[in-house]
């Protein structure tokens, strides 16, 4: 089972953390299945960016980003090369490093 380690986030994750999902599993589903509440303003639909998270290690293993993913992502704050939306970026069997970015597009937050 590979593991996600998660950077510290002062928000979502502020000691930083180690988690394991099943192959398959999106980063999405693993984090929010580990309480680490990302948001997902569209439900993980793959139509908005507030899931993006940076993949600081293990990017090659992910499935490929889709067209419409990467369209989206140039949409995203703090994009980079390795960015990916957690809810579209599905887990092989090697381990990753994450990063949650500090700030989303996201006007209409829930839960705060």
């Not at 593991?3 to 930083?16: A, N, S, T």
């Not at 992910?62 to 960015?83: C, F, I, R, V």
């Amino acid at each position: 089972m590979p593991i996600i380690k998660i950077l510290p986030h002062p928000e979502y994750c502020p000691q930083g953390t180690e988690i394991q999902a099943l192959p398959g599993t999106t980063i999405c589903e693993a984090l929010l299945d580990h309480e680490i509440e990302i948001e997902h303003a569209c439900d993980m639909s793959c139509a908005c960016t507030t899931c993006h998270v940076i993949v600081r290690q293990g990017l090659s293993s992910l499935n490929e980003a889709t067209e419409e993913e990467e369209d989206l992502l140039d949409k995203a704050w703090g994009l980079e090369p390795q960015s990916r939306l957690s809810c579209q970026a599905r887990l092989a069997k090697e381990d990753l490093t994450i990063e949650i970015p500090r700030y989303t597009i996201n006007h209409a937050r829930e839960h705060h």
